[in-house]
């Protein structure tokens, strides 16, 4: 005996195949956008965080009675950090010039200029200023965004606070 197939024997495992192809293409194309986004967003972010952090690491290995100071290098507003060595004061600006955040370290005797420093990495605008007594905001943008934190300085005991 000879078995007839019939139109739906055929069309249900298709249907059901097209039904998975389907499901199985929305969920990568879903997860293709949450990993896009998610990237920007990193990508965006990475500038603001890592100078940030540099900033607060270099602030804490100077942290010292009078060794901070907030100056400008012409027209641009600067982190200065000052430390003794070999009888002589040295002087490290940490500033935006240029698109970078930028550092430079000279002797106190010399007449910085902005070009002088080394880009340290891709940033738009770095300020920091004084917010209180030992409390020190550092804001600073990239692509766009603008992100501030604090720092409480305690000499020998300086510690980021947000």
């Known amino acids: 005996m000879e078995k007839r197939r019939h139109t739906l024997d055929v069309l249900f495992p298709l249907g059901l195949l097209a039904v998975y192809a389907l499901a199985a293409a929305g969920a990568v194309l879903l997860a293709?956008?949450?990993?896009?986004?998610?990237?920007?967003?990193?990508?965006?972010?990475?500038?603001?965080?890592?100078?940030?952090?540099?900033?607060?690491?270099?602030?804490?290995?100077?942290?010292?009675?009078?060794?901070?100071?907030?100056?400008?290098?012409?027209?641009?507003?600067?982190?200065?950090?000052?430390v003794n060595r070999e009888g002589g004061w040295y002087d490290t600006y940490i500033y935006c010039y240029d698109g970078s955040l930028r550092e430079l370290m000279v002797k106190r005797e010399l007449t910085p200029t902005p070009q002088m420093g080394r880009a340290l990495l891709e940033l738009e605008d770095?300020?920091?200023?004084?917010?209180?007594?030992?409390?020190?905001?550092?804001?600073?943008?990239?692509?766009?965004?603008?992100?501030?934190?604090?720092?409480?300085?305690?000499?020998?005991?300086?510690?980021?606070?947000?």
Do not use: I, M
Request: aromatic share 8%.
């Open 32 to 82: 293709a956008g949450s990993y896009r986004s998610g990237l920007t967003r990193a990508h965006r972010d990475f500038g603001c965080t890592t100078a940030l952090a540099y900033v607060a690491e270099k602030l804490r290995s100077g942290d010292e009675a009078g060794a901070v100071r907030v100056d400008a290098l012409e027209d641009c507003p600067a982190l200065v950090l000052s």
């Open 126 to 162: 770095f300020r920091p200023e004084w917010a209180g007594d030992g409390l020190l905001r550092l804001e600073c943008q990239s692509q766009g965004e603008t992100l501030t934190r604090y720092v409480n300085l305690k000499a020998g005991e300086g510690y980021p606070c947000g």
